[in-house]
């Protein structure tokens, strides 16, 4: 398995979650980390992203409540969901890109993902 998202599961609106993502080591060497998530209906969008540096990124939806760190030696990549809303409800994944082929044209393939469920 290339990649493995794990952590997700039901809870209420204001509650907090960890995800966790692991997999193949050479993946973990591309530049950027980033964690997708798409909802019933919905494409599938990046809502994170940390490059090897540790430099961060967040969609305008999730700034301020989640957050997004790694382990090289680990080849894993962590989101902290807080505050979450019923609207973060969605299949969680996450993938490996750089800057020439972009977040669009991820390096690994998506998994199962781990699915999070935000109840109101």
């Known amino acids: 398995v290339q990649l493995q998202a794990f952590g997700g599961g039901l809870v209420q609106a204001g509650g907090s979650l960890r995800l966790s993502c692991a997999g193949s080591g050479w993946l973990f060497r591309i530049d950027t980390m980033g964690w997708y998530r798409q909802a019933p209906g919905k494409q599938r969008e990046l809502v994170a992203d940390?490059?090897?540096?540790?430099?961060?990124n967040y969609a305008d939806s999730v700034r301020g409540r989640f957050a997004i760190s790694r382990d090289n030696a680990k080849n894993t990549v962590y989101l902290q969901m807080n505050s979450l809303k019923p609207e973060d409800t969605a299949v969680y994944y996450c993938?490996?890109?750089?800057?020439?082929?972009?977040?669009?044209?991820?390096?690994?393939?998506w998994g199962q993902g781990t699915l999070v469920t935000v109840s109101s």
């Open positions: 940390i490059t090897i540096g540790g430099r961060t």
């Open positions: 993938n490996a890109f750089d800057s020439t082929m972009g977040s669009g044209s991820p390096y690994g393939s």
